[in-house]
């Protein structure tokens, strides 16, 4: 099942403001090299290219579908190109800044991911990363019960997805560990008001259920939404509803 760019978008103001959070940790610097890990439709490595106007930005995302959207957006200072997160680890280069906004989530083993991105640095080069903090965020602990029950384990294979993300002192701890300083990691609530119950479905529908609903067919799928909704309005009772998303920012420089 093919990531809908227009479905994620349902929810662009809110997915913004932690892009434009993170984006202020970064220093502008000359002449830097920069890459953004799942760039997604590349609208937020463009507002970075107009910021940083110094600096050369690659987009990568391994999406056909949302990097459509980006062919419009290259210029001298910004390109884009289909590619995963493992193959940039695996590509001989390195870069003055590596950026990634609400994508190394979708990443395992953040405990060999994060010091394999520090290596990929210059010296002085910069770390900016945001991600849904998972493990905090109820749609998603919902979502991983749901798969765990018959008979959606059965149809899913034992199939699951254990959140990669780490908590904010496991990071700390990564990025001191490999050399990285100027540490500004936080935590923080990017609260979702919702009027009614499906606003909530809508928003976990345009990425985290993408893996579990392409391992459906579609009558299974149907069964499995309607569940996962039912459980929805369960563990929100009142409207308007209140999500407190969690996400983490890590941002450093390393020396």
Not at 97 to 102: D, G, Q, V
């Amino acid at each position: 099942m093919p990531w809908n760019p227009d479905v994620y978008n349902q929810f662009k103001d809110i997915r913004f403001k932690p892009f434009y959070d993170l984006a202020e940790l970064i220093i502008n610097e000359s002449n830097m090299k920069a890459v953004d890990i799942g760039c997604g439709t590349g609208e937020q490595t463009a507002i970075l290219t107009e910021k940083f106007p110094n600096a050369m930005f690659t987009g990568i995302d391994s999406s056909p579908e949302m990097l459509e959207k980006s062919k419009t957006l290259e210029n001298e200072r910004l390109h884009f190109k289909i590619s995963t997160t493992e193959a940039m680890l695996d590509a001989d280069e390195n870069w003055d800044l590596i950026f990634s906004n609400a994508a190394l989530q979708w990443s395992d083993n953040h405990q060999e991911l994060f010091p394999k991105l520090i290596s990929k640095l210059n010296g002085n080069g910069q770390l900016a990363v945001q991600m849904p903090y998972q493990p905090g965020n109820i749609l998603n602990k919902i979502l991983f019960e749901l798969a765990d029950e018959e008979p959606f384990k059965s149809q899913l294979n034992s199939w699951n997805r254990p959140s990669a993300v780490l908590t904010i002192d496991e990071y700390a701890q990564i990025l001191f560990d490999n050399d990285i300083q100027d540490l500004n990691l936080s935590q923080k609530v990017y609260p979702i008001i919702a009027e009614d119950h499906e606003t909530l479905f809508n928003f976990i529908s345009g990425s985290a259920l993408i893996p579990y609903l392409e391992r459906l067919d579609e009558q299974q799928q149907k069964t499995f939404t309607t569940e996962f909704k039912l459980r929805i309005t369960r563990n929100f009772p009142k409207l308007p509803a209140i999500y407190a998303f969690k996400r983490i920012l890590l941002y450093g420089r390393k020396k």
